[in-house]
């Protein structure tokens, strides 16, 4: 093996039977404002032809008087039964063709840098990624994708893991240039990028719209992008864990997505780091000019901090429209100097988020706005939200729910509850709010301010219980066109007999927050899908001095609810 790099343009030979074959292009980078190298070369490209044999009597057999081919077969091929290494069998494959890959740690020239050639074929390990392990001891890349390839070429249950790519383009694990590959049961752990411009420890999609499914992407680091990014392109990713990367320039520990829009979907977005000296912004997801789509994701855990540090859970600069429907954003920080949402920060975009919870998020710092959100020259439109027990905290904090700094959001249907120091701080002009429960209130069409019954806010519950103010309560007109679901996935619009309908529309009349009270559990007042000992517990223990126990929503408890209850009694709930 060589010992340096090869030259641009250069063919190395490197001994029997390898052969390096490099080019380079440039390209403008939006980081160094100037051109950046690229590079597909330095791949080994292994030449081996000892099985072309096999292919060749395969077609005899299958051509042969008396049998009558209606398609070639497709071949599987085995590595390293069949060639000795996955680089080999790549080469040998056709279209169609699947490379299987046995069990085992592979490692060396011809198991790392991969490149399919534009092939359409799949390359699998036998018996899932915890078996098979593509470990590149911190030299080179798992795979590279730069030849156009689409989601027919596949890379399936292979663990990619310890990849280091410095100087060239990004994707420490895995590099998609131009390229639409399609990345299911992987894990790509470990991986790093490095260097100016490098994006994307985990994965670096360029120009391309990859598919990424059901595969834990954990452990990466790179500047921009800790586990994954992408520029100018559109990767779909759903059914991923993106947990515990980090960005050392500080931009998206866990996504960073840059003239994009991807699709993330069902996903979990964890302990994901954004660290930077002077800014720092989304540590789980940060959009720059990006219009992405995240829809039934969790986002938690991360973490922002820099100087200036923008977004814990989510940063959206210069995006126009991302949609945030259906994610559940908590127990994200931003911390720094100058702090500016706890859990998801706009500056100069206009996403939509409808059915999300945004609780428990913090800034922290010598100025912190937005514990939960915060906006910047930015019109969010928020419907249908749960936003509470976020803090922003430090000497000069505002917003503890929601800091509007010149922007103009509309924020219906919404909760605002228990956030420290304050529900709403704007500056110059008041947001609209309307149809939200705001504590402390606030002036506006449909607003009230009273407790919101939550279930069990202390460990996360943000279901009512029965007879909360805000079921039923809620603008039917503010539910963006489309939705029809709540957070669960319930149905999001149910009519509450026992409550009067206080919103706006034809009933049934939407709820408040982000999850519809579905009133199918008559008797339950703990929200735990039952009608129980514990139930009447409650009911007997608030006889007549609470509304607590109250199921007919008539501010009393009383022998009408007990009626109730004892007409359930011992039912489970759908
Ligand atoms: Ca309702
Ligand atoms: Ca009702
Ligand atoms: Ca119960
Ligand atoms: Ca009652």
Same mark, same amino acid.
């Not at 010598?366 to 249908?384: F, L, Q, R």
């Not at 149910?494 to 034809?506: E, F, I, L, R, S």
């Given at each position: 093996m060589p010992t340096s790099a090869p030259k641009a343009g250069a063919r190395v030979d490197t001994g029997p039977g390898l052969v390096y074959n490099t080019f380079r292009t440039s390209v403008p980078h939006p980081l160094n404002g100037g051109m950046r190298e690229a590079s597909g070369g330095g791949e080994p490209k292994?030449?081996?032809?000892?099985?072309?044999?096999?292919?060749?009597?395969?077609?005899?057999?299958?051509?042969?008087?008396?049998?009558?081919?209606?398609?070639?077969?497709?071949?599987?091929?085995?590595?390293?039964?069949?060639?000795?290494?996955?680089?080999?069998?790549?080469?040998?494959?056709?279209?169609?063709?699947?490379?299987?890959?046995?069990?085992?740690?592979?490692?060396?020239?011809?198991?790392?840098?991969?490149?399919?050639?534009?092939?359409?074929?799949?390359?699998?390990?036998?018996?899932?990624?915890?078996?098979?392990?593509?470990?590149?001891?911190?030299?080179?890349?798992?795979?590279?994708?730069?030849?156009?390839?689409?989601?027919?070429?596949?890379?399936?249950?292979?663990?990619?893991?310890?990849?280091?790519?410095?100087?060239?383009?990004?994707?420490?694990?895995?590099?998609?240039y131009y390229s639409s590959p399609t990345i299911t049961n992987c894990t790509i752990m470990g991986n790093r990028a490095q260097g100016t411009g490098a994006w994307g420890g985990g994965v670096y999609c360029e120009g391309g719209n990859p598919t990424i499914t059901n595969c834990t992407i954990a452990g990466n680091t790179a500047p921009c992008g800790g586990g994954v990014a992408c520029w100018d392109g559109s990767p779909t990713i759903t059914h991923c864990a993106i947990v515990l990367n980090a960005a050392s320039d500080g931009f998206g520990g866990g996504i960073y997505c840059h003239y994009s829009s991807p699709a993330i979907t069902q996903s979990t977005i964890a302990g994901n780091t954004a660290q930077g000296t002077d800014v720092a912004s989304g540590g789980g997801v940060s959009g720059n000019h990006s219009d992405?789509?995240?829809?039934?994701?969790?986002?938690?855990?991360?973490?922002?901090?820099?100087?200036?540090?923008?977004?814990?859970?989510?940063?959206?600069?210069?995006?126009? +429209?991302?949609?945030? =429907? !259906?994610? %559940? #954003?908590?127990? &994200?920080?931003?911390? *720094?100097?100058?702090?500016? @949402? /706890? $859990?998801?920060?706009?500056?100069?975009? +206009?996403?939509?988020? =409808? !059915?999300? %919870? #945004?609780?428990? &998020?913090?800034?922290? *710092?010598?100025?912190?706005? @937005? /514990? $939960?959100?915060?906006?910047?020259?930015?019109?969010?439109?928020?419907? !249908?939200? %749960? #936003?509470?027990? &976020?803090?922003?905290? *430090?000497d000069h904090s505002y917003g503890g729910g929601v800091c509007v700094d010149h922007s103009d959001p509309a924020i219906t249907n919404s909760i605002l509850w228990d956030d420290t120091p304050d529900e709403v701080y704007f500056y110059p002009d008041s947001p609209v709010i309307a149809y939200c429960d705001v504590q402390g209130g606030w002036s506006g069409t449909g607003n009230i301010d009273a407790d919101p019954r939550f279930a069990d806010p202390d460990n996360g519950d943000y279901h009512f219980l029965p007879?909360?103010?805000?079921?039923?309560?809620?603008?039917?007109?503010?539910?963006?066109?489309?939705?029809?679901?709540?957070?669960?996935?319930?149905?999001?619009?149910?009519?509450?007999?026992?409550?009067?309908?206080?919103?706006?529309?034809?009933?049934?009349?939407?709820?408040?927050?982000?999850?519809?009270?579905?009133?199918?559990?008559?008797?339950?007042?703990?929200?735990?899908?039952?009608?129980?000992?514990?139930d009447l517990g409650i009911l007997l223990g608030t006889w007549y001095t609470s509304d607590e126990g109250d199921l007919d929503c008539d501010g009393d408890t009383d022998h009408a609810d007990l009626g109730i209850l004892l007409a359930h009694w011992g039912e489970g709930c759908p």
């Open positions: 292994g030449v081996h032809v000892m099985c072309a044999h096999i292919r060749i009597i395969a077609i005899l057999l299958l051509v042969a008087p008396g049998l009558t081919p209606a398609t070639v077969k497709a071949d599987t091929i085995h590595v390293p039964r069949d060639y000795p290494t996955i680089q080999a069998g790549i080469d040998a494959a056709q279209d169609g063709d699947t490379v299987l890959v046995a069990d085992g740690v592979y490692t060396g020239s011809g198991n790392k840098n991969l490149d399919f050639a534009g092939k359409a074929i799949t390359v699998r390990s036998a018996n899932g990624s915890l078996r098979c392990f593509i470990d590149c001891e911190d030299s080179g890349r798992g795979f590279h994708f730069h030849n156009g390839e689409t989601s027919a070429s596949v890379v399936d249950g292979i663990t990619i893991a310890n990849g280091y790519m410095i100087t060239h383009r990004g994707g420490g694990g895995v590099l998609c992405l789509t995240l829809t039934t994701c969790t986002i938690t855990g991360n973490t922002a901090h820099g100087d200036h540090a923008y977004g814990g859970g989510i940063h959206l600069d210069d995006s126009n +429209n991302p949609t945030i =429907t !259906n994610c %559940t #954003i908590t127990w &994200n920080t931003a911390y *720094g100097n100058y702090v500016y @949402g /706890g $859990g998801a920060c706009c500056v100069n975009s +206009n996403p939509t988020a =409808t !059915n999300c %919870t #945004i609780t428990c &998020n913090r800034a922290q *710092g010598y100025g912190a706005w @937005g /514990g $939960g959100v915060y906006c910047e020259e930015s019109s969010p439109t928020i419907s !249908n939200c %749960t #936003i509470a027990g &976020n803090t922003a905290d *430090g007879c909360s103010p805000c079921i039923d309560a809620g603008d039917n007109d503010a539910v963006p066109e489309g939705i029809t679901s709540d957070l669960d996935g319930s149905p999001r619009f149910v009519d509450d007999p026992h409550m009067a309908d206080t919103g706006n529309g034809d009933p049934p009349i939407v709820d408040m927050g982000a999850y519809e009270f579905q009133a199918d559990c008559p008797g339950d007042l703990d929200a735990d899908r039952d009608v129980d000992h514990a």
